[in-house]
Structure formats: C-alpha cells, structure tokens
C-alpha cells in the first residue's frame, strides 16, 4: 500500500518556467488537498478536491492550476513560476471530512 | 474563519523527561476535530493524535497526549519520557465538522522540539 505518492522529491526551476507537481493515491480517498510550507509560516492550502471533476481554490490559489480527473490524481500546474513560489509542497489525502490527512513526503520547489 | 496558535516557537527537552506543547485555536463551531502532526527532518508528515470536539475524554497514543479544555479553546500535546526520536516540528490543526465544509485542515506554524540526550 503506497499510501500518497508525490513526485518529484526536489525541483529547481527557472523564472517563468512551467511544471506539474504529480500526486497520486491509491486509497480512493475523495479528498485531496495541496499545501505549501514556508518556513515559520505552517502550511498553507492551495487547492483542494472533494472528489473527481470537482476542485476548489484554498487559501493562497494565485499561480497555481490543479484538475482531478480520476479519483486517484490530484497534480499542481505551476504556469510562469516565480521566486515567491520557492516552498515545500505536499499534497494530502482523506476519506472524508472528519479524519486526518495521510500526506506525501512533499516536493521541494526551488525558483531561480 | 479559524485560526490556530502555536505560541511556542522552540521548545527543549532532556530526555526521558515531559514536554508540553501548546496550542490554542479560534472558532464559533461547536463540532471539530483537532490533531496534532509531527515532521521530522525527513519533511515527512505524521499523525500523531486525534480529539473529537464532542468527547470530554482526553485522546492519548502511548507516550502521547492531549489535555483538551473545549472552553478555553486549548489543546495542548504532552509527550512523556521523551525519546531522541520525538525531536521534530510539532504542528496543532483543526478541522471543522460541520456539514458542508470540506475538511480542510487548517495549521499553526509550529513548535520545533529539541529533545538533549
């Protein structure tokens, strides 16, 4: 049981450079969630999904994309990436709303 | 909106002592949940213990648990005899319970524990 999986582990991309973050579950969890963390700063939602075809923006939405085809994929499109978006990303899952995440082991997203 | 609060930054143990973590939160909801998570160095995301809003008996996980003071909107973690291996950053969160509101957590920023052998 692979739990949530997240690739890739690191990442250093250019100013204005694209990229998709992948994040796959395979606990048919509907829930799944997209986080940053900053240093000092906790973690802080980007997008989340309360099932397949649905999505919705989360606290800090601006620069980011996301799309849930299938029940399993949650992946986080980055369009002209910005040094702001220098961060540790995780992506979550959940059964429902009333149980804890199970987190992947995040991506660390560096832009120069 | 909610809001937790970790107003320990830092805190730091002598091992096989008791350390308290605290967390305080901001709500008008009645029914949530409450979690603390640890993070080691590996980034890797922990669960380690759940409270329910509506019980009024304290969650604890082995060498972990909570003193949860609805009323206050306290909820802080004590580990007991702490191990070289609780030393992590510590994050206290919620979630709502309410019908319709997604379930997504919402974190403090964390209290960082050193634990000195």
Redesign the interface.
């Known amino acids: 049981n692979a739990g949530v999986t997240q690739t890739p582990k690191f990442r250093i991309l250019k100013i204005g450079q694209s990229m998709t973050l992948q994040c796959t579950q395979d606990m048919n969890h509907n829930?799944m969630?997209w986080?940053r963390q900053d240093p000092?700063?906790?973690?802080?939602?980007i997008y989340?999904s309360?099932g397949a075809g649905i999505t919705?923006k989360?606290e800090v939405p601006n620069g980011y994309n996301v799309s849930r085809s299938t029940t399993e994929d949650f992946p986080l499109r980055l369009e002209l990436a910005a040094p702001s978006q220098t961060s540790?990303y995780?992506c979550?899952s959940?059964p429902?709303?009333?149980?804890?995440?199970t987190?992947g082991?995040?991506t660390?997203l560096t832009v120069v | 909106a909610q809001t937790v609060t970790q107003s320990q930054p830092e805190m730091s143990v002598q091992e096989a002592e008791t350390v308290t973590l605290s967390c305080t939160y901001d709500t008008s909801e009645s029914d949530y949940y409450l979690f603390w998570y640890k993070q080691p160095p590996s980034r890797q995301m922990i669960l380690v213990i759940r409270q329910e809003a509506y019980k009024q008996q304290n969650a604890t996980e082995n060498r972990f648990s909570v003193n949860f003071q609805k009323a206050a909107k306290s909820f802080s973690l004590k580990i007991s005899d702490s191990q070289l291996g609780d030393a992590a950053m510590y994050f206290c969160a919620y979630r709502s319970a309410v019908g319709g509101s997604q379930g997504n957590l919402i974190f403090g920023k964390g209290t960082k524990l050193s634990v000195k052998p």
Request: aromatic residues 34%; charged residues 10%; proline residues 0%.
């Open positions: 829930y969630y986080y000092g700063m906790g973690l802080k939602l989340y309360v919705d989360g540790v995780f979550a959940s429902t709303g009333y149980y804890g995440y987190f082991s995040g660390r």
